[in-house]
């Protein structure tokens, strides 16, 4: 059976989305408040739009949310995202929930309460711009964990203070471990008698918290 | 910007009501009256101005929905927390942050619309609806029109 995806208000971004699910051959719906906006959905062929409040449960069940495999709240407001996303779940038994949150400083609070994924366009916008400043010398390949745990890319230039150096040599902090050194495209396995070169790129797995410090100490700034 | 002073406020209990519209206006009004501590948020301090004069709590202007508005609001002492906007999730919202992150102990919450009741059950917290308690009212006096007058003189203080 083809996945069922209920998408609850936002209008850009829940156009956008249900066209890429249904490009991906997924089943989906779209509830939203606003009429206009439920118009220029509907122009999208093979989306089921609905008009209404998705926080009320009976918006939902005209949805057939108990049919949902996944549901979306979209909607600007945080309160709003989370009732949908709690009533999906608790009351249409839907197996994964996805929020967005304005407020970075609730993510934590909307895990609790239940939500299965939380996204915050706020914290995700200013990393990538944070992560693009720098991408030159050092780039974020992999978030884990909701952040706290990163894989990262670094290449090592000539006036690092650490070539010729061997990696036990080295002062990185116990949260951080290099997992490969890339020498000339070449993966290298690190160990403790392995010596630094320029232009090694090194792949860090590294604690969020520590992740600056051990630039610093690799790149010598 | 809010100050208490914890002499002021001694050991006495402390209630916290969000939302100064009129029903949270005119609660606050009662509680301060009968000498209670009353911390009254709302996020537009023009909504104040429904208190009365003698009112003799604290007014705080901020988001509840926000921990650092409710901590600020000394939620951590308070007894009980009293949610009454206008708007159901916004209610809903706090109400569940009030427990899971400051185990408040005795939460209230004003809700219209009593159907998502699914969602708060297992948080014990304390739902009343006005569309219930009026129809039960009506109904009361459409059952016994005798009782007309008294809640007439009732109603009409």
Known sequence: MKKRILIVGGFHKAQTLARSFLEKGYDVTAINKNPLHCRVLAQMSDLTVLTGDGSKPFVLEDAQAENADIAIALTPRDDDNLVICQLCKKQFHVRKTVSLVANPEKIKFFYRMGIDSVVCALSAITSIVEQQTFLDEFTTLLPLGDGELRISELRLPATSPVIGKTLSEIQLSRDVIIATILRQDQPLVPHGDTKLLAQDVLILIAAAKQEAASVRVLQGK | ?157
């Open chain 2, 1 to 157: 910007m809010l100050s208490i002073h914890v002499n002021w406020l001694g050991k006495s209990k402390l209630t916290v009501i969000v939302g100064c519209g009129r029903l949270g206006s005119t609660l606050a009004d009662q509680l301060s009256d009968e000498g209670k501590n009353v911390i009254l948020i709302d996020q537009n301090e023009a909504a104040f101005r429904k208190l009365s004069p003698a009112y003799a709590g604290l007014t705080l202007v901020g988001d509840a929905t926000d921990a650092a508005t409710l901590k600020q609001a000394e939620i951590e002492r308070a007894d009980h927390l009293v949610i009454v906007t206008n708007n159901d999730n916004t209610n809903i919202m706090i109400a569940q942050l009030a427990r899971e992150c400051f185990q408040t102990p005795h939460v209230i919450c004003r809700l219209y619309d009593p159907q998502r009741e699914c969602v708060y059950r297992e948080f014990g917290i304390q739902t009343i609806c006005p569309t219930a308690l009026s129809s039960l009212a009506i109904e009361r006096l459409l059952n016994n029109p005798a009782s007309l007058n008294q809640t007439g003189q009732e109603g009409g203080n």
